[in-house]
C-alpha cells in the first residue's frame, strides 16, 4: 500500500510556543490531506482539510488561526499549531488520498506534549 | 442516530478463529468503503478499499459491501494475536469532499 510519514513522531514543548507538524506521501501524489486529532480510546475527530494550492477548510469549532495549514506540493502538507497550550496536547494524525482513486492512507501520528 | 453503528466490543476470539466485524450506515449516499486497522498510539492502517456490493479478498481479509442493506462486513481468517487492535469502518462520497465518517471501531482481542 501507500506510503504516508509524519515528521516528528513525538515533540515535546513549551506553553506559548509554536509547533509544525509534516505530513509527506512518499510514493503517491495527494490533491487532498485531511488532519485529524485523536484522544485516548476516543475515534478521529477531523480537524480540517487540505487542498494543495488552495486555502483548508476547517471543521465547525476547530480555530484556523490556531492550526495552521499549508498545502504547498502534492506530496506535502504541513500543521503548525500556534502559542500552543496544554489542552492542545492530543496525537494529530493525518491522511492522504490517492489523487487517482478514493483511498485514504494514514501517517503514523505525531504526539504532542505541551508543558 | 449516528451515520454509521459500529459495535465498540471487546470481541474476544481464540488464535484462528475468524473474526467477523460489520458496520450498517443511513446515508445511501456513501459510494466508496474503507476497513482500517489501527494499534494502539498509532495512525490507521487501510486494509481493504471496495466501491461497490459484493466481495472482495485479499489475502486473509474478506470484504463485504451490501448497499442494498447498507451493511458491510470484514471477515479475517485464521486470525492471529498481532491482529488484536481496534478496526474502523470508513466510508465517504465524492460529494461531500471525500471526508470520511467513521464507524465508533471495534476492539478486536485474539487470544494465544
Known amino acids: 500500500g501507500a506510503v504516508v510519514s509524519q515528521h516528528p513522531s513525538w515533540v515535546i514543548c513549551k506553553s506559548g510556543t509554536s509547533v509544525k507538524i509534516e505530513c509527506r506521501s512518499l510514493d503517491f501524489q495527494a490533491t487532498t490531506m485531511f488532519w485529524y486529532r485523536q484522544f485516548p480510546k476516543q475515534s478521529l475527530m477531523l480537524m480540517a482539510t487540505?487542498?494543495?494550492?488552495?486555502?483548508?477548510?476547517?471543521e465547525q469549532g476547530v480555530e484556523k488561526d490556531k492550526f495552521l495549514i499549508n498545502h504547498a506540493s502534492l506530496t506535502l502538507s504541513t500543521l503548525t499549531v500556534t502559542s500552543a497550550h496544554p489542552e492542545d496536547s492530543s496525537f494529530y494524525i493525518c491522511?492522504?488520498?490517492?489523487?487517482?482513486?478514493?483511498?485514504?492512507?494514514f501517517g503514523p501520528g505525531t504526539r504532542l506534549t505541551v508543558t | 442516530q449516528k451515520e454509521v453503528e459500529q459495535d465498540p466490543g471487546p470481541l474476544s476470539v481464540p488464535e484462528g478463529a475468524i473474526v467477523s466485524l460489520n458496520c450498517t450506515y443511513s446515508?445511501?449516499?456513501?459510494?466508496?468503503f474503507m476497513w482500517y486497522r489501527q494499534y494502539s498510539r498509532k495512525g490507521p492502517e487501510l486494509l481493504m478499499y471496495t466501491y461497490s456490493s459484493g466481495n472482495k479478498e485479499d489475502g486473509r481479509f474478506t470484504a463485504q459491501v451490501d448497499k442494498s442493506s447498507k451493511y458491510i462486513s470484514l471477515f479475517i481468517r485464521d486470525s492471529q494475536p498481532s491482529d488484536s487492535a481496534t478496526y474502523l469502518c470508513?466510508?465517504?462520497?465524492?460529494?461531500?469532499?471525500?471526508?470520511?465518517?467513521f464507524g465508533g471501531g471495534t476492539r478486536v482481542l485474539v487470544k494465544p
Open positions: 487540505s487542498n494543495e494550492g488552495s486555502k483548508a477548510t476547517y
Open positions: 446515508n445511501s449516499a456513501f459510494q466508496y
Open positions: 470508513a466510508m465517504t462520497r465524492q460529494a461531500a469532499g471525500n471526508k470520511l465518517t
Open positions: 491522511s492522504a488520498r490517492v489523487s487517482t482513486s478514493h483511498e485514504q492512507y
